[in-house]
């Protein structure tokens, strides 16, 4: 069964950055397509990052597009969503997402992935 733990969340100033990492666990991370997601008080969920499992191939969100990148360590079974220039509208909570898919494979559909992790709370303040 596989496992994904989030870390890295907090309160930062509007300007500043934090790094997300998501460790995953009980299977073979090498195959999964990666994805980060984001769900703020009374919103829907929302696609702000991707990353496929071979090639490099990312697609982001137009919101958090020259501000946010995605990246993964295949020999550390974790991917990282680095965050610079938050702005307040960036606070929510951050979910990874992790499918086993073909290597090119990315999607920002949440309903893509089958497994979640339990999220981590990013607060950027004005």
């Known amino acids: 069964q596989v496992q994904l733990v989030e870390s890295g969340g907090g309160l930062v100033q509007a300007g500043g950055s934090l790094r997300l990492s998501c460790a995953v666990s009980?299977?073979?991370?090498?195959?999964?397509?990666m994805g980060w997601f984001r769900q703020a008080p009374g919103k829907e969920h929302e696609f702000v990052a991707a990353?496929?499992?071979?090639?490099?191939?990312?697609s982001f969100a137009d919101s958090v597009k020259g501000r946010f990148t995605i990246s993964r360590d295949n020999a550390k079974n974790t991917v990282s969503l680095q965050m610079n220039s938050l702005k307040p509208e960036d606070t929510a909570v951050y979910y990874c997402?992790?499918?086993?898919?073909?290597?090119?494979?990315?999607?920002?559909?949440?309903?893509?992935?089958?497994?979640w992790g339990q999220g981590t709370q990013v607060t950027v303040s004005s």
């Open positions: 997402a992790a499918v086993t898919q073909g290597a090119l494979w990315v999607s920002r559909a949440s309903y893509e992935y089958a497994s």
């Open positions: 009980g299977g073979t991370f090498s195959n999964y397509a």
């Open positions: 990353i496929s499992r071979s090639f490099g191939i990312t």
